[in-house]
């Protein structure tokens, strides 16, 4: 299959101020781009992975020749991340998750201002370029960190919610002040989607 860039669920000003629509813009339609041109690449040299979900190529990362192995994990991981950060935001978002999804994370980790500050700290603490990730791995929740664009579907785990701490992420508007932006996102988290990915993982 050739993988296209899905289009961005709301318009790039849509989460002014929180994040920037320049920031958007270049985040979706060239970092984003740049994931999918570059796994189409790879993939024309082992077409073998042609008929492979953008799921499968992640999941089963060992299985990948090894010739491409690399470039199907930095741009294949880097669609993967993106695809899913996107449904991850919303305008008029944020605030505390409701539900089984709010239960889950305050039998988790005590409280929402707790599982707050431990995400922000994997954000904040994640060394270079990554991500942080609230995951479910059996039913239970954790909260990760992972380099680079490797995500927890490559470490046979659940994402119910991730952010992006890679620098094109948020250095237009915050500099090097990620723990700024980090406390922003929060007020864009799209939570019904969350909801959704928890129950799915179930």
Same mark, same amino acid.
Do not use: C, H, M
């Given at each position: 299959m050739t993988h296209v860039l899905p289009a961005l669920p709301y318009a790039a000003e849509a989460l002014e101020p929180h994040i920037d629509a320049q920031t958007m813009q270049i985040h979706h339609g060239k970092h984003h781009q740049a994931y999918v041109t570059n796994l189409n690449a790879a993939i024309?040299?082992?077409p073998e992975l042609a =008929?492979?979900?953008? &799921?499968?190529?992640?999941?089963?990362?060992?299985?990948?020749?090894?010739?491409?192995r690399t470039a199907v994990r930095n741009n294949g991981g880097g669609h993967w991340n993106h695809s899913l950060f996107w449904r991850l935001m919303a305008p008029h978002a944020g605030g505390e998750p409701t539900g089984a999804i709010g239960a889950?994370?305050?039998?988790?980790?005590?409280?929402?201002?707790?599982?707050?500050?431990q995400l922000q700290a994997a954000g904040v603490g994640r060394f270079g370029s990554g991500w942080a990730w609230l995951v479910s791995d059996g039913g239970k929740l954790s909260i990760?960190? =992972?380099?680079?664009? &490797?995500n927890p579907l490559m470490e046979g785990k659940h994402a119910i919610l991730g952010v992006d701490v890679w620098e094109h992420a948020y250095y237009l508007k915050y500099q090097n002040?990620?723990?700024?932006?980090?406390?922003?996102?929060w007020?864009?988290?799209?939570?019904?989607?969350?909801?959704?990915?928890y129950d799915a993982a179930k």
């Open positions: 024309e040299k082992a =008929t492979w979900s953008l &799921d499968d190529l992640n999941r089963r990362l060992s299985e990948v020749p090894d010739a491409v889950a994370i305050a039998s988790s980790f005590g409280a929402f201002g707790s599982f707050k500050e990760i960190s =992972t380099p680079n664009q &490797d002040r990620r723990a700024d932006y980090l406390a922003a996102w007020n864009v988290v799209n939570w019904t989607e969350v909801a959704k990915l």
